[in-house]
T-cell receptor, first 114, second 112 residues
Framework: NAGVTQTPKFQVLKTGQSMTLQCAQD?????MSWYRQDPGMGLRLIHY???????DQGEVPNGYNVSRSTTEDFPLRLLSAAPSQTSVYFC?????????????FGQGTRLTVV | TQLLEQSPQFLSIQEGENLTVYCNSS?????LQWYRQEPGEGPVLLVT?????EVKKLKRLTFQFGDARKDSSLHITAAQPGDTGLYLC????????????FGQGTELSVKP
């Protein structure tokens, strides 16, 4: 089982460049989310989606765009990379199950902006 | 502002010792989850607690949800080097579309 697949695993960008982080899940989960992880800050929610065609902002959405055209894919776009976006990015998927929803995470993308 | 305060942030202990990690908030959550993360990997769910006062055990790990559903604790008995990792608590609110609010995490190191 592939679960949640993120690509690339590592990326170095120059300030001002744009790129897309890919996320795909094969569990037919309705919910998908993007988080960033920085030292001492846990994971912070960037954007999330409750289904194809529906997205919403999380805690730290500035500088990022998302779209959800299919259930399986939820790409995260950096429009103009800044050094403050250096972080490890995690994509997660889950399915509504009352209050017992388990989130499944990808392996992460380590992004460095120079 | 961190909605979930996790403490301690770092913990270094010897094999065989006991430890407790705390996760506190002023907000009420419908459920509280605990994840463990290894270097280079994404978090993996350990347990979900949903009822105020609930206690769940997973081998040497004991998880408790506060009566008011604002706090939780993770207790490890007789820690082993294999317990080393980052432990994260995460709160969920009902009908919030899978959104999780994470604490800062606790880096646990268990030395043989």
């Amino acid at each position: 089982n592939a679960g949640v697949t993120q690509t690339p695993k590592f990326q170095v960008l120059k300030t001002g460049q744009s790129m897309t982080l890919q996320c795909a899940q094969d569990m037919n989960h309705e919910y998908m989310s993007w988080y960033r992880q920085d030292p001492g800050m846990g994971l912070r929610l960037i954007h999330y989606s409750v289904g194809a065609g529906i997205t919403d902002q999380g805690e730290v959405p500035n500088g990022y765009n998302v779209s959800r055209s299919t259930t399986e894919d939820f790409p995260l776009r950096l429009l103009s990379a800044a050094p403050s976006q250096t972080s490890v990015y995690f994509c997660a998927s889950s399915t509504p199950d009352g209050m017992n929803t388990e989130a499944f995470f990808g392996q992460g993308t380590r992004l460095t902006v120079v | 502002t961190q909605l979930l305060e996790q403490s301690p942030q770092f913990l270094s202990i010897q094999e065989g010792e006991n430890l407790t990690v705390y996760c506190n908030s002023s907000s009420v959550f419908s459920s509280l989850q605990w994840y463990r993360q290894e270097p280079g990997e994404g978090p993996v769910l350990l347990v979900t607690v949903v009822t105020g006062g609930e206690v769940k055990k997973l081998k040497r790990l004991t998880f408790q949800f506060g009566d008011a559903r604002k706090d939780s604790s993770l207790h490890i008995t007789a820690a082993q080097p294999g317990d080393t990792g980052l432990y994260l608590c995460a709160g969920a609110r009902y009908n919030q579309g899978g959104k999780l609010i994470f604490g800062q995490g606790t880096e646990l190191s268990v030395k043989p």
